[in-house]
Nanobody, 129 residues
């Protein structure tokens, strides 16, 4: 059974930085497609943020965070990081990490939130103006 656990959220001012962590345990870590999502206050839907394919380190970013966020991994620790720089108030929300064993093409081009079976509980990010 795969388990996912996020950490690293907090409160910062506009322009600040935070680094989120996503620890993935159980199963073969290298087979995972790992994606960060966020859910803004009052919103029902979760928005995709960034994806990493654990086997070969390929990444993909949604337009809203390109150039500001960086997703990376430490394979030895089965952990994915989301470095968030130049934070804006609209980046505020609950950040979730999800993992599942999708092949690379699906992971980086077609995967949707509803496809993932394994989710963490989320970590809160608040950016004040």
């Amino acid at each position: 059974q795969v388990q996912v656990a996020e950490s690293g959220g907090g409160s910062v001012q506009t322009g600040g930085s935070l680094r989120l962590s996503c620890a993935v345990s159980g199963g073969d870590y290298s087979r995972n497609c790992i994606m960060w999502f966020r859910q803004a206050p009052g919103e029902e839907d979760r928005e995709g943020v960034a994806i990493i394919y654990a086997r070969d380190n390929r990444t993909w970013y949604f337009d809203s965070v390109k150039g500001r966020f960086t997703i990376s991994q430490d394979n030895a620790k089965s952990t994915v990081f989301l470095q968030m720089n130049a934070l804006k108030p609209e980046d505020s929300g609950m950040y979730y990490c999800a993992a599942d064993g999708f092949p690379g093409v699906q992971c980086l081009t077609r995967v949707r939130g509803g496809d993932f079976h394994y989710w963490g509980q989320g970590t809160q990010v608040t950016v004040s103006s």
